[in-house]
């Protein structure tokens, strides 16, 4: 059945709307590199952008073969990037100001760009996420990026909720680690001097983590796939720094337009999505 059109035009006032983060919550991410927050987004918007993303997730998935034969990375969940570019009514999530004014709000920038969106769908019998630090994989200048992790159901432990070893962005220790067994094995041992905050996640309650916080996921135990979309924001200003991996490269290319190292990575594909007034 069709939505009707003013539920629509509902969902997108809502995705506009500015959410008031309660008073503790910008020194909390700031001290421990991640945040969790509930009633971000309505239960009814989160079922209708769900339901289309995952139409799209399984249109676009080129990842078929069986769990057995696949990697650690591959078990870990189907991944498809940059949704915004193939559906206009995902780009409406994705250029939601509600979320891109909390990451704006909790880095303490002036605005934010998108780096890029991707969903993760952890699929029924699918591994885990090893522990890793997203920026090993960026050629960016500074440290105000952050990720909106957004489940599409209720998200028990058993179906492998996001975990945070929290305050670990302060350390330098496995910043050279891809996601991968040796990352898992290395920052388990690592990481142990940290608390780490594994919970559920009720529909509409997302968390935000900074670049260099680590996070890991366990496996989906559940008969139903993890659908997950998160997008990735990064400082306004950030300006693009020398790709030191072959990974920061391959970013460098696919999602900073090859632009000059010293520039602000402002490319076609990072559009500005909130600004402070
Ligand atoms: O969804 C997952 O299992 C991992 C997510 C993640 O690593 C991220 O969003 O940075």
Not at 26 to 35: L, P
Not at 121 to 141: M, N, R, V
Not at 159 to 188: N, V, Y
Request: glycine share 4%; charged share 25%; proline share 6%.
């Amino acid at each position: 059945m069709a939505t009707p059109h003013t539920d629509h035009e509902q969902f997108l006032r809502e995705l506009e709307a500015p959410y008031a983060l309660p008073v503790n919550a910008v020194r909390f991410y700031h001290d421990n590199g991640y945040i969790k927050l509930k009633h971000v987004l309505s239960e009814p918007l989160l079922t209708w952008y769900g339901n289309i993303i995952t139409d799209a997730v399984f249109r676009l998935n080129k990842l078929t073969k069986p769990m057995e034969e696949r990697t650690t990375y591959e078990k870990a969940f189907l991944q498809v990037m940059n949704l915004w570019r193939e559906h206009d009514t995902i780009r409406e999530f994705v250029f939601s100001k509600r979320l891109a004014r909390i990451a704006t709000e909790l880095m303490g920038v002036k605005g934010v760009r998108l780096y890029h969106d991707q969903a993760l769908y952890k699929e029924p019998s699918g591994g885990i996420t090893p522990w890793h630090a997203d920026q090993f994989y960026w050629p960016l200048s500074n440290d105000n990026t952050i990720t909106v992790w957004i489940p599409l159901q209720d998200t028990p432990l058993e179906m492998g909720p996001l975990a945070f070893a929290e305050a670990s962005q302060h350390i330098a220790i496995g910043r050279d680690k891809e996601i991968s067994d040796e990352s898992e094995a290395m920052l388990t041992q690592a990481l142990k001097q940290f608390e780490i905050h594994e919970t559920p996640f009720e529909l509409g309650e997302v968390s935000f983590h900074s670049g260099w916080t680590y996070h890991r996921a366990g496996v989906n135990a559940s008969e139903k796939p993890r659908k997950v979309m998160t997008m990735i924001y990064m400082d306004k200003d950030i300006c693009i720094t020398e790709p030191t991996n072959s990974y920061r490269t391959n970013d460098w290319k696919t999602w900073l337009d090859a632009l000059p190292v010293g520039s602000v990575a402002n490319g076609k594909l990072n559009p500005v999505l909130y600004t402070l007034e």
